[in-house]
């Protein structure tokens, strides 16, 4: 972890040796963490532009001239990108493929990295443990597009998201889904590994789908939470889901 309560991660190929950022928030911490494994960083994969998950960028290709790779979509905005990539495309790190998945809402251009054989999905602001990023620059519709992709992927897929923010994400997951046995369970977990300075992340996708109110806004029950009538569009239940969120103490 690093800066307040970002997550950064280092994807080694061992294979090639190739090793690979994803997102940039800060480059101490990123290069103690590469000193301390004995590994040199090849690869930086930007997520989305905002500077908690860019701002190492500048030094990092400096002292390693790591090659950096992101959305197509937000190349305006991010620093020192060198390739461009976008959803359905496939980024490689050695022998180690990642698939670009979109996931506009956070921000237009977000986009995920789902390393397929390993089982490994990198969601930086997109979704996070029983949530899922305030929804600055996107709409409702194309951001639940998105997540139903992410949804789609095997149950066993860890995610590995930008922030440790599970435990207010319990908290307002409870509020609206109170009756969930599978939520309960999860949030007296996190509770447990928080206080004990344990990370709550990776978390397995089966257990989101389970908690995480947002993948389940196609649920009746959380139809009803948000009072809308069951058969809402669930995009219009994300919507409400999103804006309860936003206003929850």
């Known amino acids: 972890m690093c800066r307040t309560d970002n997550y950064g991660y280092l994807v ?49 290709k400096r002292e390693y001239g790591a090659l950096v790779t992101g959305p197509k979509a937000e190349a305006e905005k991010i620093l020192g990108l060198d390739v461009l990539t976008g959803p359905g495309e496939n980024v490689s790190l050695g022998a180690t493929d990642f698939y670009v998945i979109g996931t506009p809402g956070h921000t237009l251009g977000h986009v995920v990295y789902y390393d397929h054989a390993g089982g490994h999905l990198f969601t930086a ?3 996070f443990s029983m949530g899922v990023g305030r929804m600055f620059e996107g709409k ?4 639940w597009e998105g997540l139903e992709e992410v ?18 994400n319990a908290r307002f997951a409870q509020s ?7 939520l309960k369970i999860r949030a007296a977990e996190v ?15 089966r257990m989101e789908k389970a908690t995480n109110p947002f993948l389940r806004a196609d649920r009746p029950e959380l139809a009803t939470a948000m009072g809308l009538a069951p058969g809402t569009k669930p995009s219009a239940v994300f919507a409400a889901l999103r804006a309860a969120k936003d206003n929850f103490k």
């Open 151 to 168: 949804r789609a992927l095997p149950d066993e897929t860890l995610i590995y998201c930008g922030h440790e923010y599970s435990p207010d």
């Open 12 to 60: 080694h190929d061992v294979e090639t040796g190739k090793t690979a950022s994803i997102d940039a928030p800060d480059a101490k911490a990123i290069k103690a963490a590469l000193e301390m494994r004995g590994w040199t960083l090849s690869d930086i994969l930007i997520t989305h532009h905002h500077t908690d998950h860019v701002e190492g960028v500048p030094a990092l």
């Open 191 to 205: 509770k447990r590994m928080r206080d004990t300075g344990k990370f709550t992340i990776p978390v397995s996708l």
């Open 125 to 127: 602001d997109a979704l």
């Open 176 to 182: 609206v889904d109170p009756r969930n046995a599978a």
């Open 140 to 143: 409702p519709g194309p951001m």
